[in-house]
């Protein structure tokens, strides 16, 4: 599929059916987030693939959102292998899981497959559930699937500001 095609096609499925993603697409998926890029290469990221009925439960024991979703990726990073950038008061590690967390969305919808970023929880809370080393900061999770009949974007999907009111020419 055409990059813009990706991106004009994708939205976030809040209704899943029971079809599992096929080896093979979840693989591209994963691979998308491993060639991501990451402050100074530093590759922080961890993702978690939640498949079985026990980490699904886990999963739901902290959110609501997995909306039926057979498959569940998990983004977390390494705090203690971060950059940190000049003056001491940001970091790398939740932006560069973000960019992980979006090359996989995108690549989702190029291999066919739905998806939805969940950010409903607490990170602590998820990250204990699932039983993350204590190092690990969890950013997203992200249903993967196949929509449910009669699933589709919501109605507000298509509603976007012009691009004059979110960008500024200097």
Not at 85 to 108: F, N, Q, T
Not at 153 to 168: F, G
Request: aromatic share 8%.
């Amino acid at each position: 599929m055409e990059f813009s095609e990706v991106v004009k096609a994708r939205y976030s499925c809040k209704k899943y059916g029971n079809r599992q993603v096929e080896p093979e697409k979840l693989e591209a998926i994963l691979e998308a987030g491993r060639l991501a890029p990451t402050a100074k290469n530093l590759q922080e990221q961890h993702v978690y693939v939640a498949q079985s009925a026990d980490a699904l439960a886990r999963i739901d024991s902290v959110t609501p959102c997995r909306y039926g979703a057979p498959t569940v990726l998990v983004v977390a990073f390494d705090r203690n292998s971060v950059f940190t950038y000049p003056g001491g008061k940001r970091d790398s590690g939740a932006e560069d899981a973000a960019i992980v967390a979006a090359h996989m969305i995108l690549a989702a919808a190029d291999q066919g497959v739905d998806s939805c970023w969940i950010n409903y929880f607490d990170p602590e809370k998820m990250a204990e559930a699932l039983g993350l080393p204590g190092n690990e900061e969890v950013l997203m999770a992200m249903d993967l699937g196949y929509a449910a009949e009669g699933a589709g974007p919501l109605p507000n999907h298509s509603s976007r500001k012009d691009l004059a009111q979110t960008v500024t020419r200097l």
